[in-house]
């Protein structure tokens, strides 16, 4: 990857709410599958579907592709996790949701305590997990992260002339930073859990990566992106999910939704629709002081200390 090099002509611009607003909402629609569920899209007046929507005919990644009018900017909208008992969204992918989530965003294959399995094969005893190990899972052959490459790969061969950015929501949104990693290319993502320490698992962290235009769009009251959703007294303990990480790569555009909202720490927070209404209401909530939020590098910040890796 050569940041100098950089795979388009034009970058998304963070500093403009209707681009963070529109991409935002591609994020949602990338959840909608059209036919049972057109009356839940989020029509957006610049920007048409593609002829080619990905993953719906099978489990795995899903998505759409939305293009301006002329087709000089695509932009390939990823996908999160589907929950079952969702009223929209949920099925037998959810399955393979999770086992990606648990493989992305865990320590040590999701091997929390001795009551869980694990998702492969890595750990070893005590606060142990083999390193070798967990960067060979990190890339195997059906994972989420190698079926996204795959995506990518057919969208710029339909565009070759086109300028490709990337978005999502959660685990779409890791996987949308992820490919910008590995394309060189500009991703704005939405709610997603820290995806750095499985970035580095793929060999995607360079010296100079963090200069790629990714930016990850969130806010205080969401534990998942920032990265509190664990421990035995956490819903994600109990839905099964390993939710361990919370560094990102990039910059992180933080809304600070517990002091000027009042909101509290809530599972329910990591929808994107109430986020797409503050990020849509942030000039009123800050009384006409900021359009939106600045974006700043992730200082200091460590995943899974308690852990050895050998």
């Known amino acids: 990857m050569n940041v100098k090099n950089l795979q388009v002509k034009e970058v998304p611009n963070a500093k403009d709410k209707t681009t963070v607003l529109s991409m935002a909402k591609m994020s949602y629609d990338a959840y909608i599958e059209l036919e049972p569920l057109k009356d839940h899209w989020i029509d957006l007046e610049d920007w048409d579907v593609s002829t080619i929507p990905f993953g719906w005919?099978?489990?795995?990644?899903?998505?759409?592709?939305?293009?301006?009018?002329?087709?000089?900017?695509?932009?390939?909208?990823?996908?999160?996790?589907?929950?079952?008992?969702?009223?929209?969204?949920?099925?037998?992918?959810?399955?393979?949701?999770?086992?990606?989530?648990?493989?992305?965003?865990?320590?040590?294959?999701?091997?929390?305590?001795?009551?869980?399995?694990?998702?492969?094969?890595?750990?070893?005893?005590?606060?142990?997990?083999?390193?070798?190990?967990?960067?060979?899972?990190?890339?195997?052959?059906?994972?989420?992260?190698?079926?996204?490459?795959?995506?990518?790969?057919?969208?710029?061969?339909?565009?070759?002339?086109?300028?490709?950015?990337?978005?999502?929501?959660?685990?779409?949104?890791?996987?949308?930073?992820?490919?910008?990693?590995?394309?060189?290319?500009?991703?704005?993502?939405?709610?997603?859990?820290?995806?750095?320490?499985?970035?580095?698992?793929?060999?995607?962290?360079?010296?100079?990566?963090?200069?790629?235009?990714?930016?990850?769009?969130?806010h205080t009251a969401d534990p998942i992106f920032m990265g509190v959703c664990n421990g035995r007294s956490s819903i994600c303990y109990h839905w099964g999910f390993a939710m361990e990480t919370k560094c990102h790569t990039g910059l992180s555009c933080v809304y600070d939704t517990k002091s000027k909202l009042g909101w509290k720490s809530d599972i329910r927070s990591h929808g994107i629709v109430p986020f797409i209404e503050v990020i849509d209401n942030w000039n009123d909530i800050t009384n006409g002081k900021d359009d939106v939020v600045s974006c700043i590098n992730e200082e200091n910040c460590k995943d899974c200390q308690h852990w050895n890796f050998v």
Not at 73 to 92: C, D, F, R
Not at 122 to 147: A, M, P, Q, R
Not at 153 to 158: C, I, N, Q, R, S
């Open 57 to 218: 005919e099978k489990d795995g990644v899903r998505g759409y592709v939305f293009s301006d009018s002329e087709n000089k900017t695509i932009i390939v909208a990823i996908k999160g996790t589907s929950l079952s008992y969702l009223p929209y969204g949920g099925g037998p992918i959810s399955k393979n949701d999770k086992f990606n989530d648990n493989l992305m965003f865990s320590c040590c294959c999701a091997k929390i305590d001795i009551t869980w399995k694990g998702v492969c094969g890595c750990y070893k005893s005590g606060w142990n997990c083999d390193n070798t190990c967990l960067h060979k899972e990190s890339n195997v052959e059906g994972s989420y992260f190698i079926s996204a490459k795959i995506i990518y790969e057919k969208v710029k061969k339909d565009f070759p002339d086109s300028d490709i950015w990337l978005t999502g929501h959660s685990l779409g949104g890791s996987l949308a930073s992820l490919l910008a990693l590995n394309n060189s290319l500009p991703a704005f993502t939405y709610q997603t859990p820290g995806e750095l320490l499985y970035a580095k698992r793929l060999g995607l962290i360079t010296h100079d990566s963090h200069k790629l235009p990714i930016y990850h769009f969130g």
